[in-house]
T-cell receptor
Framework: NAGVTQTPKFQVLKTGQSMTLQCAQDMNHEYMSWYRQDPGMGLRLIHYSVGAGITDQGEVPNGYNVSRSTTEDFPLRLLSAAPSQTSVYFC??????????FGPGTRLTVT | AQSVSQHNHHVILSEAASLELGCNYSYGGTVNLFWYVQYPGQHLQLLLKYFSGDPLVKGIKGFEAEFIKSKFSFNLRKPSVQWSDTAEYFCAVNEWSQFYFGTGTSLTVIP
């Protein structure tokens, strides 16, 4: 199986543009999450989901939306991109309470 | 909510030196504990995990970690590091299906 996949790998946006980062997993995991990674700040949780139709906010949710219509997919939407959202974004999935499997990441630059 | 502290932000070692990276979480409870490694330009990969039982757990590539419940600690160790261990290391705690990550420790191993 492919594990956790993310697209795109790289993206450049202008301030104010919107876009969706895609995340999919084929392991039938209930739990999926989005993190951003910035130098010196580790991983910060943006949003997470414990199952289809259920999402919740993490530590840094402002400026981002998520939905979970299927077990496999968990897209992250940037509503109006800002330079402060320049980061590397990782999607992860797991069975509840177990180790997370991470996708390869999306490097986003907002100019 | 838990907070996870990694006391060493940047560690530089010579090959064959021993490694110990500290990790503390903020309070007791039923937690699962993890160490992840991120090689340059890659996503996070699981090194080892602790759920219950023997507090000394062994992971991949010769790493081990010891869970000390009374100290809320889960320190990572390796007796002899190699140049290929150069990476960023993250400690993570899972409580009630919520993951909390430390800010990471950057390890540089000098040949």
């Amino acid at each position: 199986n492919a594990g956790v996949t993310q697209t795109p790998k790289f993206q450049v946006l202008k301030t104010g543009q919107s876009m969706t980062l895609q995340c999919a997993q084929d392991m039938n995991h209930e739990y999926m999450s989005w993190y951003r990674q910035d130098p010196g700040m580790g991983l910060r949780l943006i949003h997470y989901s414990v199952g289809a139709g259920i999402t919740d906010q993490g530590e840094v949710p402002n400026g981002y939306n998520v939905s979970r219509s299927t077990t496999e997919d968990f897209p992250l939407r940037l509503l109006s991109a800002a330079p402060s959202q320049t980061s590397v974004y990782f999607c992860a999935s797991s069975y509840m309470g177990y180790e997370q499997y991470f996708g390869p990441g999306t490097r986003l630059t907002v100019t | 909510a838990q907070s996870v502290s990694q006391h060493n932000h940047h560690v530089i070692l010579s090959e064959a030196a021993s490694l110990e990276l500290g990790c503390n979480y903020s309070y007791g409870g039923t937690v699962n504990l993890f160490w992840y490694v991120q090689y340059p330009g890659q996503h996070l990969q699981l090194l080892l995990k602790y759920f219950s039982g023997d507090p000394l757990v062994k992971g991949i590539k010769g790493f081990e970690a010891e869970f000390i419940k009374s100290k809320f600690s889960f320190n990572l160790r390796k007796p002899s590091v190699q140049w290929s261990d150069t990476a960023e290391y993250f400690c993570a705690v899972n409580e009630w299906s919520q993951f909390y990550f430390g800010t990471g420790t950057s390890l540089t191993v000098i040949p």
